[in-house]
């Protein structure tokens, strides 16, 4: 059984940086196209960020600059590092597979709030 357990969210002032982790079980990360995915409160969940098996990353506009995804692949972890954070950058942040037919249970997330 799958299992994505994401962590490192937290309060922090815009304009500071912090780092999220995914922890993959029962999957390895390496071998998948994985994501970064956000659910603002009223909000639908987006794709933040992915990265190919081959290692390829794509982000969405409106982080595109600020935000690296990366894979540890000896601790079969995803990570996010988010940089120069806005207050529109709150939400839980989640991740899961890049591709829909091939998404996971969803973790718990991790929730990132920036205050102004």
């Known amino acids: 059984q799958v299992q994505l357990v994401e962590s490192g969210g937290g309060l922090v002032q815009a304009g500071g940086s912090l780092r999220l982790s995914c922890a993959a079980s029962?999957?390895?990360?390496?071998?998948?196209?994985m994501a970064w995915y956000r659910q603002a409160p009223g909000k639908q969940r987006e794709l933040v960020a992915s990265i190919s098996v081959g290692g390829i990353t794509t982000y969405t506009g409106s982080v595109k600059g600020r935000f690296t995804i990366s894979r540890g692949n000896a601790k079969n972890t995803l990570y996010l590092q988010m940089n120069s954070l806005k207050p529109e950058d709150t939400a839980a942040y989640y991740c899961?597979?890049?591709?829909?037919?091939?998404?996971?249970?969803w973790g718990q997330g991790t929730l990132v709030t920036v205050s102004s």
């Open positions: 029962g999957t390895i990360i390496s071998r998948n196209a």
């Open positions: 899961n597979k890049a591709t829909i037919s091939d998404l996971e249970v």
